[in-house]
């Protein structure tokens, strides 16, 4: 065999250079159309401003205002009726059932009142305290302040219906006379007591809850009169 064929031999039997995959390419280099609803949104709701987001609290009533504002204004007026009805007190006066008695009982009336003076005194001076302390409490989001509110709005209840119906007794003893006290009086008392504590219920709950708090106020505030409220911000809400 010459030299010609041999090379001929050699470039017939030497295998070809073979090319190996060793593993898949990067996804990257095999871009794959996804449908719209299987890409990540990067707008979630954390990304949304707090005072666009929609509300997540009650409103009191249903359609008033937040709780917060509720309560704040609830604790000013009680502030209010409380000092008035305290003055009241101080001047040798009483108002809490005197009205359910006739004129001529005058004698029973003034005995009534005298009992009653000094209890209408220390009430009303802790109801202006715990009041305070529950307008400081919304203002602050302090749900502990004014469910201290709450509690002694049923406690005063309870002091004021025991002292009354002795201060009844007490007067009908004095001057021999009988008097209908009215227990309906106390019945209609206690339900308006427990309309009178709605919204601070509503607010200690929301607050306790992390619904409300002065990170999420801009999203719970709510008001059906006010300008600047999150009806006219935002009417979806």
Not at 15 to 28: H, I, K, R
Not at 183 to 188: A, L
Request: proline content about 5%.
């Amino acid at each position: 065999m010459d030299i010609e064929t041999q090379k001929t031999a050699i470039a017939v039997t030497s295998p070809e250079p073979m090319t190996v995959v060793t593993g898949a390419q990067p996804a990257s280099e095999y871009p794959v159309d996804q449908p719209d609803e299987h890409k990540p949104s990067s707008m979630g709701i954390d990304n949304i401003p707090m005072h666009d987001q929609p509300k997540m609290g009650a409103k009191c009533c249903g359609c008033c205002c937040d709780f917060r504002r509720a309560v704040i204004v609830v604790a000013i007026i009680s502030i209010v009726l409380s000092f008035i009805a305290f003055l009241v007190a101080v001047s040798d006066g009483d108002s809490s059932e005197t009205w359910a008695y006739d004129s001529s009982e005058e004698d029973f009336v003034n005995a009534y009142n005298d009992e009653m003076r000094t209890t209408g005194i220390v009430v009303n001076l802790f109801d202006i305290l715990f009041a305070a302390g529950a307008l400081a409490g919304a203002i602050h989001y302090n749900k502990t302040l004014v469910a201290i509110y709450v509690v002694w709005e049923f406690l005063a209840f309870i002091i004021v219906a025991a002292k009354s119906r002795k201060a009844v007794e007490d007067a009908e003893d004095e001057t021999g006379t009988d008097v209908d006290t009215h227990d309906t009086t106390y019945v209609i008392w206690l339900i308006f007591l427990m309309l009178w504590v709605y919204p601070s219920v509503g607010f200690v709950m929301e607050v306790h809850k992390g619904i409300m708090s002065r990170e999420t106020y801009p999203r719970e505030e709510f008001s059906c009169c006010c300008i600047n409220n999150r009806n006219i911000r935002n009417p979806q809400y």
